[in-house]
């Protein structure tokens, strides 16, 4: 079977780009080796291309003493999955492994992270992401006490709720267009590296 | 009863905000009258401010033949009832309400717009935008042959789809965080405005 | 586009209907100064007219020391836009505004009761009467130690969920004829009376 | 175990009773043998119970052409199985068996009544009142146009979706009281009749 | 209207069959007065019914202190009713009057369990029972907590998950299938045995 | 963080198991170079084991024209992921990636089968599949007339219905006891075997 296209919805020719996408692309392909089908997903709208992008990395380029990047992309791939988003479970849960060094966590997060090796904290604030992503008109004080409970402060919770809420949209452009994924994130992190 | 406050989340000082928050804020507050909150309940993440702003006016503060102004909003109104997000239902039903020049179309959406006064066309758009919202996974070439059925082509089909995602965000950040309505968007649009 | 009909099904003349069936029509018109559209979708079945009315009446033309008149209204919008009813969701929306003088309750009732300027006893209220509405079937003991614990005594807790019962019958009825809202209610309760 | 009371709400004396009532239950006792508990439970409330008996009475003893007394059976055991209420499936389980004199369709019925011994045209009857009963905010004209497709007028239509909507509040009424099936019931119209 | 077939799929000839299968029908044709129809349903697929049987008598056909067949038949009849499974709930419910020497308990957890004349320790097993049906994936330790509280212990808790776990595979055996329940069980256990 | 126990239940010596239980635990140990958890926990229960792997081996270890091996755990994963078993996802997983040669397919459907890589036909069974598994109650003659389009024969949708049953089954005994999963499972299949 012939591979399904990158998007349902048109991919620009690079040479087209506005030069802040292209140099943007051009670099995650120097750094990964391949361009991942969201940024040329996207790029057809290139306001949209930035401000996604933009909010992304608020969100997960960042690294505070309550929140790793690993955990971070816990959250994507535990409200991914739940969201049935193939790309995202997929490209995210290979950064997942990386950020983690461990090679098993991506599968067992995106299968039933209440069965994953993870801690209570970690439990809690994926159950919290969880409910951000699901019911969040139902969010209320005592889930802010119980996260404060388990040691995040109102900065951790509004980047977990943050990090759900924009993978929601996410997932949902993905599903919309189609979106295919790259092969190279299926194996990437559960081998170790050649030096 | 003591108004609850606008967010559950930090309000920062206006003055301590970078200058293009601020002045975007101003303009905003010179336009309409009042600040509306989303803007100060966002502005303590600056970054996120801008991308949210930025996704959110490529979207909506746009016009195409095929996607008024006024069923960009009936798209906000419609999908964050179902998300049952206070903020988005009130305050773009305003918008809706004028954009529009309707007032009762906009409660006639919120409550169920299945019944509302639109059109079929209308009733497809809005079909299509709460399957983006809530089920975005079975998303469907058939989807696309029904809403082109109805003269939608692609870039609008692109339109409703991230509309109701991004709107499906903003309902997440408000309910995560209790975020408060303005009194000011109650009433508008319900009444001729004065000379 | 032209108004849609007062109801999918018959509506019969003023003049055809039994005389009691008549008066309470033209007492409720010279009352409110128009004639809510449930009076004469109803009206082609007159013993069916009769009940719902009496039943109606018997709920919420009663004022106790547990339950106003404004929080049985409350009930009534919060249950009827979970079942997305337009006609009750506006109509008893426009007669909360009046009762309860508030012209914002509604609207924040109608989008996300949880985040209304309600007391916590009003918010108990509410969650009761939306599990009668979606899962009566799980209601038990427990439930009614929480109400008694906010002081509604059992006559309350009967009426609370009564009228949530109730409002679930007319929502479907509502929904079923495609019942037209009155226009005149979009705007009851939100403006100050001329004198 | 000791039996549960009728219901967790007062059951008046009937000597305490207007007169309406105490006659009212007397009738049916004497025809029955026995007082259902849905006569004692609402007793304490006179205008409520005289508008559901009315309410009752004017939907289902009723023979027209279109909907046999049977059939308005099945629509309230059908509803009233999806919404768990044990009253109503035990006691008109036993009146559908006797007014379809067939001792298997009740339980049949109840249990899954896609499944059951029914006529394509039941099975339409029966999906359009499960519609009401779970999703009456999307009844549209393609119910219609599929229920006249099996011979169903206007009038049955009604009928069908006002008996589910109907039993949808005594289902609810029932469980929030916790309201106890009388032992009578079960058996009735399983076994042949004695002369 | 003529019964429906037993069985959407082939029922073979029982002379067809293999010796084991036959002489297990034979037995319990002789034990009942009649063949239970999902032997004839499965026979077509001798090792699907060899393993189904063995399954089904190592859960059903154990009394252990911890857990009566009575109560095995409880778990049964409350996880059929809730998938809607027309033969397990009415042969199953057969078989649990006969074993709780109760004509009532069926019928009663069939409609609404939590309603039924059960102990709170009854009530604990089926609402585990129903969430290993509805929900396993949240299945956690604070559930074997409440059981154990109530004096189950390990091989009780396994026994009640893997009767519900079992019976949702027959459930959708019995759907997929649409196979027809026998006459004979929808009397059995209602009237006294005649001597 | 310390791994999690193969199981919540018992785990029990391989001396002390029945001769039959220890030589198939040997024999898979064997070939696969491991033991998989799913032998260790339900080796406490030999009947409920024995019922376990003839069932599974019926439906699995069967290759028809209509349905090759590969197909049969395509469905294994479709509905295991969807009713979140995690051992059940990645396991199985791994097995379609060897039996399908393709080291994305498992990832894929695991996801969202809806935007696998797979054949209309395919997509079909797939649904049929998710069906059986989330609403069998539902499941009727337009389901079998569909699947006769796509080519499959009477027996394979039973194959198809049965093995989305019995892995219901599974996924429900595996979430109960929090089984673990194989460290082995997690590459297997996703790079070519060295020689």
Same mark, same amino acid.
């Not at 909010?55 to 608020?58: F, G, I, K, P």
């Not at 388990?150 to 980047?159: L, T, V």
């Given at each position: 079977?012939n591979?399904?296209?990158i998007?349902?919805?048109?991919?620009?020719?690079l040479?087209?780009?506005?030069?802040?996408?292209? %140099?943007?692309?051009?670099a995650v392909?120097?750094k990964?080796?391949?361009?991942?089908?969201i940024?040329l997903?996207?790029? =057809?709208?290139?306001?949209?291309?930035?401000a996604f992008?933009t909010? #992304?990395?608020?969100l997960? !380029?960042?690294?505070?003493?309550g929140? *790793?990047?690993? !955990?971070? !992309?816990m959250?994507?791939?535990a409200? $991914?999955a739940r969201?049935?988003?193939q790309?995202?479970?997929?490209a =995210?849960?290979?950064?997942?492994?990386i950020?983690a060094?461990n090679?098993?966590?991506?599968d067992?997060?995106a *299968?039933?992270?209440r069965?994953?090796d993870i801690?209570?904290?970690q439990k809690a604030?994926?159950?919290?992401?969880?409910?951000?992503s699901?019911?969040? !008109?139902t969010?209320?004080?005592?889930?802010?006490e119980?996260?404060?409970g #388990?040691?995040?402060? %109102?900065?951790?919770?509004?980047?977990i709720?943050?990090i759900?809420?924009?993978?929601g949209? $996410?997932n949902?452009l993905?599903n919309? *267009?189609?979106m295919?994924?790259?092969?190279?994130f299926?194996?990437?992190?559960?081998?170790?590296?050649?030096?």
């Open positions: 079977m591979p399904k296209p998007s349902r919805f048109p991919i620009p020719d040479e087209s780009l506005p030069d802040d996408l292209r %140099e943007r692309i051009k392909n120097e990964s080796g391949f361009i991942p089908n940024f997903a996207l790029a =057809h709208r290139p306001d949209e291309f930035r992008f909010y #992304h990395d608020a997960m !380029e960042k690294e505070s003493p929140l *790793s990047k690993a !955990e971070r !992309e959250i994507v791939v409200t $991914s969201n049935q988003c790309y995202c479970v997929i =995210h849960g290979a950064i997942l492994r950020r060094k090679p098993y966590i991506a067992q997060i *299968s039933n992270y069965k994953a801690s209570p904290r604030m994926l159950d919290y992401a969880l409910k951000v699901r019911a969040a !008109e969010v209320d004080e005592a889930d802010f119980n996260l404060e #388990h040691g995040f402060d %109102e900065q951790d919770i509004w980047d709720g943050s759900s809420a924009f993978f949209l $996410s949902r993905v919309m *267009s189609s295919r994924t790259n092969d190279e299926y194996l990437m992190g559960r081998v170790p590296r050649e030096k």
